[in-house]
């Protein structure tokens, strides 16, 4: 595992728990601004609380999400092994060249032929 690799580990790890405790502290733990009675939760308190509460989970998917991409992407070719595969390209490349020419050389013979 490469080190990207395990930060996106850790980025999607925090991002999931992050989220999860937020969600058990918003609906479960205590009363809102410190107030004494639970039932307390008016109408004001959700009409701030629902919108704060879904932009906050949308941000924890989206880190969590990136995070699982980079957890799961292989990590890319040293520039090395890149390197010396575009060099074998450009060696191999006037080989298919020279072919190519022949083959439309004997093209432009056999066009001669049958119009003649």
Do not use: N
Request: charged share 25%; with cysteine.
């Amino acid at each position: 595992m490469g080190k990207d690799q395990a930060i996106g580990g850790i980025i999607f790890a925090v991002c999931v728990i992050v989220g999860v405790l937020y969600t058990i502290g918003l609906l479960y733990f205590g009363a809102p601004l410190g107030t004494v009675d639970k039932s307390a939760w008016g109408t004001e308190f959700w009409l701030i609380a629902i919108p704060v509460f879904l932009a906050f989970i949308a941000i924890m998917a989206i880190g969590a999400w990136i995070g699982w991409t980079m957890a799961t992407t292989p990590p890319p070719k040293p520039i090395e092994e890149i390197t010396s595969e575009m060099e074998e390209k450009k060696e191999e490349k006037p080989v298919e060249e020279a072919a190519a020419e022949l083959e439309e050389e004997k093209k432009a013979e056999r066009k001669k032929k049958i119009e003649k």
